[in-house]
């Protein structure tokens, strides 16, 4: 698996029409994964939804502290490699 593969843990932001939303990878199998809502308008936090693996790749991974245990410690940086940029 390389270092750029989702890992269960990982967390992940998309932005699309005006609003963000934030995701946690819980499970990957075959092509797919589930994912847990963070932040994400019109769900409640922890609803998991299945998405292809491929789907990832439209978002950007955020880094988060090794040691940090609280989801909302996530720092909202992209990871090398997953920036994106941001439309004037």
């Not at 609803?47 to 410690?73: F, N, Y």
Request: glycine share 6%.
């Amino acid at each position: 698996m390389s270092s750029d593969a989702p890992r269960p843990g990982d967390v992940y932001q998309q932005e699309l029409l005006h609003s963000q939303a934030t995701y946690r990878v819980i499970a990957i199998e075959e092509g797919h994964v589930t994912v847990e809502a963070i932040e994400v308008p019109g769900l409640e936090a922890g609803h998991q939804l299945r998405l292809t693996a491929a789907s990832l790749g439209d978002m950007v991974r955020l880094e988060a502290p090794a040691d940090a245990a609280d989801p909302a410690a996530t720092r909202r940086q992209p990871l090398p490699g997953n920036a994106r940029p941001r439309p004037a």
